[in-house]
Structures are given as C-alpha cells and as structure tokens.
C-alpha cells in the first residue's frame, strides 16, 4: 500500500532532478564550451568555425545529455510507479467503498424490515395476529412465488399449515407431514433447491401437477426446538436472491420468537388461573370471573359439591386413587356443564359451580343428569364407587359472592346431613327447597319394555330395569291412575 510520504517524497525527487539537470545543464554548457572553441581552431578556420564549434559542443554534450535524461527517465519511472499504484489502489478503495456502500444499503433495508416486523408482531395480541403478520409478511417479501408456513402441532408430530401466500391462489403445498420428515426442520438449516427433479433434491418436491419447481425451505425454531418450515417454490431454476433469503430468515426468527412468548404466556396464565390436579379454575381466577358475571348477568345459580367419604377413600385405596376420583369428577362435572358456566376446585374435594341464567330446578335437573354420568363413568374406569353431595343457591341481586357460597356451603352442609348422594336447594331465607313432585300416568307406562322392581311413592328413587340398566329419579314420584 502507498502512503502519502512515498508520494511526496516521489514528488520532491522529480522537482530535485528537473532542478539539478537544469541547472547542471547550463554549468556544462559553460564548461564546454571552451573546448569547442579550441577544437574549432584545430580543425577549422574562417566562416566554417561558427557550425563547426556548435558541432563541438554537441559532441562534447551528447554524453551528458545521455546521463541526464537516463536520470531522468528511472526518476519518471520511479514517480509512475507511485502514480500507477495509487491509481490501483484508488481504484479498489473506490470498489470497496461501492460495495460496502451497497452492503449498508441492504444491511439497512434489512434493518427497516426487521424493525417494522418486530413491530408488527409486537403489536399482535395473540397467534391468530401473528399469523396474519407473517402471511402479510409474505406477500411483500415474495410477492411472485407461492410460500406457507408448517408448524407442528402440540404432539409435535403432524405439520400443519398455518399461512400461506399466493400469486396464483394455490399455496405450495409442500407434501412433508413432521418436523422430523423434513430436511430443513432436521437440519435446521436453510435448504434451497433449484429443480426438484435433480438427485439431491428433495424427495417431497418430485411429482408435483405444476411440474418441477424450485424451492426456499427456512427452518423455523420456537424456545431453540425446530417446530416447523417456511416453504416457497418459484418456477424451475429460478435463485432466490440473498436478500429475500434473509427476509425469510428474519421472519422465521422473529415469529417463532412470538409465538414462543405467547405460548408461554398462555402457560404461565392458564397454570395460574387452573387447578394442576384437575385443569378447572382455582379459587382465585373463579372469584374474579365470578364476579364479573355477577355484574353482567342478573340471575345467577351457585353451587357447591363436595365428594362424599373422601377421606375414607384416601384411606382405603390410597392416594392416587383420590386424585383419580377428584381428576374423574372434574371430568364430569366439566362435560355436563354449559359452555357459558364456572366451574372451579374450591379446595380438598369440594368444587364449586356457577351457572348464569339456570334457575335452582334447572340446577337440579343438571346434576341429576350428571350424577348418572358420574355413576357410568366410575363403572367403566374401574374405580370404587364414590358419590357426591351438592348445595345450591340463587345469588341475590345485591348479594356479594361471598356470602353467596357461605349460602351454597350451608346447602351444602345439610345434604351432607340428611345422608349425602343428593342435592340440597335452599332459598333466600336458607330454608330448603323440595324437589317437585313427578306425576307419571301408570295408563301410559311401557310395562312390556320396563319391568317395574321397586315404586317408593314417598321415597326419591324409582328403581328398575330397562335393558339392563339401572333407572334412578330422585324426585318424589306421585302416581296417578289415569284418566
């Protein structure tokens, strides 16, 4: 590399030289020119001395001359050697500078994407906002090619296709069905493919209706475990350029960083709002929902179960077979209520229920329904039988939730009480509600298909056979005789 010092130098060189051969020049003239002359008058006389001395002195300067001019030559050789590398050299800073100037460009375009995308997806609450960002994304980075996004399922198992984009209307289509199956997600590398008819492609681009294509396949990774694949495909031999390449990466980054973030976040409130043991509601996150609904809805039924003998359970068949019971309960208990209900483990083995717009009787009626349930599933879990005892309230329209479960608790307590498996209403007052009675026309009983056992007329069981399972009714039965 050339410095600044070797060109000054070069240059102070080159004037020292023009300087000295001058000056030299004149000195020598001067110096010569009286051997010329004396020359001249050994060979020469008259009118022929004038040509003759100048003759003289050519030949006397010739070889200085020579001398000169050779020094001056290697003096310009030398300052063009200088020059030349300089030249060179200013050449490639130029080159250099242009390509550095370009690399800033796309560095900085690429920046400006990432920062609008990590923006975007910043500002999207949840994955059905993220996926939109990411299939916007698409169209702006391939606005030509066809491209999706795969990502694993919760087994991790299947792919499925969560966003796609399109010039033609149809996505890729890639035929890869796991994260495992996949050279990209395996890899976790970035695959491109220029045909896929050639040997090293990959084997789920063969045999497309399009035709051979080729393909972009950017891994996509969410908490450093390689859950899906952005794909895209352009016409046979098409290069996808670097730059769309590190869009692609960007967003692959990025938004399995989201959606990482939001899983979690999700986690992190479902396990704090959620049981562990049985996934209902806890205590807390029922309360405040609860109290929301109080607000938002005027009638509101509350009640409270609780297992029957638990302890006794606990006791004789251990632990375990406690917390099947409580996980079977929950169970049952969460299929045979409305979408719109509460339902929350209170504590221990007590659970408690709200049920917006559901009148006592229409409670009633729910978990007579679901006591049936209840005594069918234990029946083919193979567990021991257990049964459940329930208390239900009617929330008053100023009454505060507390005092409405110390209510459903006291409900609770007397069906406890009375003999537990059953299900206690109590009013405003605290007074216990009787189921009503069911009237049933004996005119009308399907005597031949049910085979009548047991009819407690003032009892809350009506117990028979009918194919071979058992019918219970806790009502009060009134029989008529027709009319």
């Known amino acids: 590399m050339t410095t600044e010092d070797e060109w000054a130098q070069a240059r102070q060189r080159s004037r020292r030289v023009f300087l000295l051969s001058g000056f030299g020049g004149l000195v020598l003239i001067s110096a010569l020119a009286f051997p010329a002359v004396y020359l001249t008058s050994l060979t020469a006389s008259g009118g022929a001395r004038y040509p003759v001395t100048a003759a003289w002195l050519a030949v006397l300067m010739a070889p200085v001359v020579a001398l000169l001019l050779r020094r001056n030559i290697k003096e310009q050789d030398s300052t063009d050697t200088v020059v030349a590398a300089l030249t060179r050299e200013l050449t490639e800073a130029v080159r250099t500078a242009d390509h550095e100037a370009a690399e800033r460009e796309v560095q900085a375009r690429g920046q400006k994407f990432e920062s609008r995308l990590a923006n975007a997806l ?167 929902q609860a109290s929301l609904m109080r607000r938002q809805v005027n009638l509101v039924a509350i009640a409270m179960a609780d297992l029957d003998h638990f302890k006794v359970l606990n006791d004789t068949y251990g632990h375990e077979a406690g917390d099947r019971a409580l996980r079977l309960f929950a169970r049952v208990l969460s299929e045979s209520a409305r979408a719109q209900d509460l339902v929350c483990r209170h504590g221990g083995e007590e659970f408690v229920i709200a049920l917006p717009g559901c009148t006592a009787e229409r409670v009633r009626e729910i978990f007579d329904a679901l006591s049936a349930r209840l005594e ?69 009983l399907a005597v031949d298909e049910l085979a009548v056992d047991e009819l407690a007329v003032d009892g809350h069981a009506l117990d028979g056979l009918a194919g071979g399972l058992p019918l219970r009714r806790r009502n009060p039965v009134k029989v008529t005789d027709g009319p």
Do not use: Y
Request: hydrophobic share 40%; charged share 20%.
């Open 376 to 444: 069918a599933a234990i029946t083919v879990a193979g567990m021991p039988r257990f049964t459940v005892s329930f208390g239900v309230v009617v929330a008053g329209p100023q009454e505060d939730l507390p005092a409405v479960l110390a209510r459903a608790d006291r409900a609770l307590f007397q069906a406890k009480r009375d003999g537990r498996d059953q299900i206690v209403v109590h009013d405003a007052t605290g007074t216990a509600t009787p189921p009503p009675a069911l009237t049933l026309d004996v005119d009308e």
């Open 122 to 288: 910043d500002m999207a609450e949840g994955e059905p906002e993220v996926i939109d960002v990411i299939e916007r994304s698409f169209s702006s980075t391939l606005p030509e090619a066809s491209v999706e996004l795969l990502l694993a399922d919760n087994s991790h198992a299947h792919l499925l296709r969560m966003a796609s984009a399109s010039s033609t209307g149809a996505p890729p289509g890639c035929g890869v069905d796991s994260p495992d199956h996949c050279p990209a997600a395996r890899r976790a590398q970035v695959q491109r493919f220029s045909d896929s008819e050639e040997l090293d492609s990959c084997p789920k681009l063969r045999g497309r209706p399009e035709g051979a294509v080729s393909a972009l396949c950017v891994p996509v990774s969410i908490m450093g475990r390689t859950v899906g694949v952005i794909h895209a495909t352009g016409e046979r031999g098409t290069s996808f350029v670097e730059t769309t390449v590190q869009d692609l990466e960007t967003l692959a980054k990025l938004a399995g960083a989201r959606i990482g973030l939001l899983r979690v976040m999700a986690e992190t409130q479902l396990q704090a709002a959620t049981d562990s043991l049985t996934g209902l509601l806890n205590r807390r996150s029922f309360e405040q």
